[in-house]
């Protein structure tokens, strides 16, 4: 995983609250320009149309990687071979190589000269700086959402806190982490200011995938009581118990990260649910 300066931020409409059958936040369905991509209507050369057979089968390699990584079947450092790729999809070399190339984007592949695309590998130093700047990002938005904050906002939030506590019970990984994610880019919209939400909800995909590779299986990805107490205190006025709860909330997370994994002794085919 690189440590690039965050992309060019989205607009508020990709970063809302997505669904539990949805992508994660930044990870862009098929056809959908990611940051820094041309906007609709203005597909890059090659690119294949939102629709047709390729860009299915694009969206499909991409999903089941990104859901294999969610639920840490995929480990940090997999290869994902180009060719073995097509074999398992049963697509060309370039619908792959698109496929990887927009992983790669997401952070959620590294693509190296020699050694093709692996699963990304963050370092102890990208985990840091990455949660660094997500914790000082979240301090300074907290404030702005409170400041902005409606009645019938707050009753959404609670809405959104109710649904997360009912995947929390019956869903499994990766939608109970896309919906805890959720959470925090929806404190940012409801800041009001469209360039720290974009950088946001960069930063929350790029803390989910560490979360995934890294944290020990059973642990929650967020914790539920801590979201509700972060709009509590919101709600209640009290902003500086808000971002206090909030920093205290992200650092538990990352002291929970464990950059040592065992690899399993799985075929890529099982790694990826396909067998």
Same mark, same amino acid.
């Given at each position: 995983?690189?440590?690039r300066?965050? =992309? /060019?931020?989205?607009?508020?409409?990709?970063?809302?609250? /997505?669904?539990?059958?949805?992508? =994660?936040?930044?990870?862009?369905?098929?056809?959908?320009?990611?940051?820094?991509?041309?906007a609709?209507?203005?597909?890059?050369?090659?690119?294949?149309a939102?629709? #047709?057979?390729?860009?299915?089968?694009?969206?499909?390699?991409?999903?089941?990687?990104?859901?294999?990584?969610?639920?840490?079947?995929? #480990?940090?450092?997999? /290869?994902?071979?180009?060719?073995? $790729?097509?074999?398992?999809?049963?697509?060309?070399?370039?619908?792959?190589?698109? =496929?990887?190339?927009?992983?790669?984007?997401?952070?959620?592949?590294?693509?190296?000269?020699?050694?093709?695309?692996?699963?990304?590998?963050? #370092?102890?130093?990208?985990?840091?700086? $990455?949660?660094?700047?997500?914790?000082?990002?979240?301090?300074? *938005?907290?404030?702005?959402? +409170?400041?902005?904050?409606? /009645?019938?906002?707050? +009753?959404?939030?609670?809405?959104?806190?109710?649904?997360?506590?009912?995947?929390?019970?019956?869903?499994?990984?990766?939608a109970w982490?896309?919906?805890?994610?959720?959470?925090?880019?929806?404190?940012?919209?409801?800041?009001?200011?469209? $360039?720290?939400?974009?950088?946001?909800?960069?930063?929350?995909?790029?803390?989910?995938?560490?979360?995934?590779?890294?944290?020990?299986?059973?642990?929650?990805?967020?914790?539920?009581?801590?979201?509700?107490? $972060?709009?509590?205190?919101?709600e209640?006025?009290?902003?500086?118990?808000?971002?206090?709860?909030?920093?205290?909330?992200? =650092?538990?997370?990352?002291?929970?990260?464990? *950059?040592?994994?065992?690899?399993?002794?799985? #075929? *890529?085919?099982?790694? *990826?649910?396909?067998?």
């Open positions: 995983m690189s440590t300066s965050p =992309a /060019k931020p989205r607009t508020p409409r990709t970063a809302r609250p /997505k669904p539990a059958n949805e992508p =994660a936040p930044g990870l862009q369905a098929a056809g959908t320009p990611a940051a820094g991509t041309p609709a209507g203005t597909p890059a050369a090659g690119t294949p939102a629709g #047709t057979p390729d860009a299915d089968m694009e969206r499909r390699i991409c999903e089941a990687v990104y859901e294999s990584v969610m639920s840490q079947r995929l #480990t940090p450092g997999t /290869k994902l071979p180009e060719a073995a $790729i097509c074999e398992l999809f049963g697509v060309s070399r370039s619908v792959a190589r698109k =496929a990887l190339q927009r992983l790669a984007h997401e952070h959620v592949v590294d693509l190296h000269h020699n050694r093709g695309a692996v699963v990304a590998e963050p #370092t102890p130093e990208d985990t840091r700086q $990455i949660f660094q700047a997500r914790r000082a990002l979240e301090a300074a *938005l907290v404030p702005l959402a +409170a400041a902005r904050a409606t /009645k019938a906002d707050y +009753a959404s939030l609670r809405k959104q806190l109710r649904d997360e506590h009912a995947l929390l019970h019956r869903a499994g990984q990766p982490a896309r919906q805890a994610s959720a959470f925090h880019v929806r404190l940012g919209e409801l800041s009001g200011n469209a $360039i720290l939400h974009g950088y946001l909800s960069e930063l929350v995909s790029r803390c989910s995938l560490i979360v995934a590779l890294y944290e020990p299986p059973g642990n929650a990805a967020c914790e539920h009581g801590e979201h509700v107490l $972060i709009v509590d205190m919101m209640r006025g009290d902003v500086a118990e808000a971002v206090k709860i909030n920093d205290n909330h992200l =650092a538990d997370l990352e002291r929970r990260i464990s *950059l040592e994994r065992p690899q399993p002794a799985q #075929t *890529l085919a099982q790694m *990826l649910g396909l067998a």
